[in-house]
Nanobody
């Protein structure tokens, strides 16, 4: 399974973005997709988790502002980010779980929030 995250950009605080995570390959075998972000000088952190049964979980720092949806026909999972804050500035990555194995990290997408 290969993943590609895109949809980032430069936005003002309070704005919104929708990030996309497009999967290719054996997408039928995906059990979960997680979204991570990495800010400059910081460790990569898990911000959102999506399971194939439709359940979601979010980091406390983003609860109420982030949401996840999917389009099965497009093999795409979306991360909707509302009320963006400067501390949301980071490179966002998605990663998939196939069976018990997580896919490799793909190229992330940069989100920059100006105050």
């Amino acid at each position: 399974v290969q993943l590609q995250a895109f949809g980032g950009g430069l936005v003002q605080a309070g704005g919104s973005l929708r990030l996309s995570c497009a999967a290719s390959g054996s997408t039928f075998s995906i059990n979960a997709i997680n979204w991570y972000r990495q800010a400059p000088g910081k460790q990569r952190e898990l911000v959102a988790a999506f399971s194939s049964d439709g359940s979601t979980n979010f980091a406390d720092s983003v609860k109420g502002r982030f949401s996840i949806s999917r389009d099965n026909a497009k093999n795409t999972v979306y991360l909707q980010i509302n009320d963006l804050k400067p501390e949301d500035t980071a490179v966002y990555y998605c990663i998939a779980k196939v069976g018990l194995v997580w896919s490799s990290w793909g190229q992330g997408t940069q989100v920059t929030v100006s105050s």
